[in-house]
């Protein structure tokens, strides 16, 4: 169990780490330092206490007040050296490098340089005026100190730079230089990480882009595939039902389609409102369509879920005066990944929906009027044929069916959308392709869909 609770601690803690949390780790490990320096170095009096504290308490602050520290920080590393205690402790130690690295990820490019430059000569002047403390002045006054040692011993004629009038300015220059290359080291590593977080907050920003924008397509592809064919369906039940004395069945399946497009209409609502994830619909292995396959269609497999629903499908376009046939092969026991099933499902929904919709109807109607319901297709051909192939190796689809002209059809004068286009794109995405053909007035469609890629 302890082993368990350890592998999870050091799981969350790489997630944290790999997350652009700069400030925070940076102070975390300022923090950590300091308290390394204050047990290998301990305070020799209760000033240099205070002062090791107070350091303490500036790192801390980096993730809570970034700019003030910015600001703050390198005025007190250049003032209190000027107080009477240790040196380390007067220069902040460690605490510079969490104040510099701070200062290049919080600031501009120039207020960053501005401040590295102001603070790395007004830190030489004061170490060559007033001794104060400086990481690249003791540095520099040790180089100058080896070379009057090296005099003295003879190697080199004996003059002491501290009586030379151009010491004070060798101090200060090399002090200023020393300053900018140590301090704009960690000023450019924490721009870099500026830069990087800069970078990946884009990125971020794309991906939410792009969710929001599939989201918005998945949310379309719903409303398109079940609730218009719903209502095309609906509507012309409706017209069939004015000719028929006995409309029960008819009246039963528009009772149920138009159940099913308010459930959908209404799951599409709680989408938007964000009351139900989008991956919970899309991640639905059932198909109601209009009461075609039950609520238990999660127990059965793909392809009986397909052919129930097809069967269902043609039931209801029988109503409505479009017999067609259908051919339905399918190998057993085939492993259909989830996004091919969410593609072939929607496919074959629209499938019927433009059936409805453009479909030839018969040439007598239910009046018995030849020319009330004027179309190219005899009474005894199929209203279309529909073939459906699901293999180990891939599934395809094909659709005939002749085309009325658009004012002879049951929905004409209607909007029609642009759902094949959508259905086009959605089978090229799991490497499939839809071919469509409309020649002599005769439509076609085909879907060849690869399982092996999945």
Known sequence: MAVNELRDMVRLVRAWLREPHFLEKNAIVGALLLVIEMILVPPASPAQMLLALGWLI????????????????????????????????????TAIITVFLTIG??????????????????????????????????????????????????????????????YTILIIAGTFILDLMILGFFVVFGAAFRRASAAGERVARVERMLDRITREQELAHMIHDSVANDMSTIAMLAWRAKAMDDDDEVLDAIYARSHHALDRVHEVIDVLNG???????????????????????????????????????????????????????????????KPVRRVVMGLTEEIYANIVRHCAMDDVDETGDANAAASSRRIDEPAYSLFVEITAEHIRISEVNAIADESKTLVHGRRHGSGLALHRAAIEMVGGTLTTSNLDDTWMISADIPLGTH
């Open 105 to 166: 990820y919080a600031l501009s490019n120039r207020a960053m340089i501005g401040v590295l430059f102001a603070y790395s000569l007004a830190d030489a002047v004061c170490f060559a005026l007033f001794d104060t403390a400086s990481i690249g002045g003791g540095v520099i006054r040790g180089m100058v100190e080896e070379f009057n040692r090296i005099g003295a011993d003879g190697t080199i004629p004996v003059r002491s730079m501290e009586v030379s009038p151009l």
């Open 58 to 93: 500036v790192v801390v602050t980096v993730p809570f007040r970034t700019r003030l520290i910015c600001l703050l920080a390198p005025v007190l590393l250049l003032v209190v050296p000027f107080l009477p205690v240790d040196v380390w402790w007067a220069s902040g130690g």
């Open 275 to 337: 009351k139900r994830d989008i991956t919970e619909l899309t991640a639905e292995e059932g198909y109601d369509a209009g009461g075609a396959v039950g609520a238990h269609a999660g127990d059965l497999s793909f392809d009986a879920q397909l052919e129930k629903y097809i069967e269902d499908q043609n039931r209801a376009m029988t109503m409505l005066g479009l017999a067609g046939v259908t051919r339905f092969n399918s190998t057993p026991d085939v492993v259909v990944p």
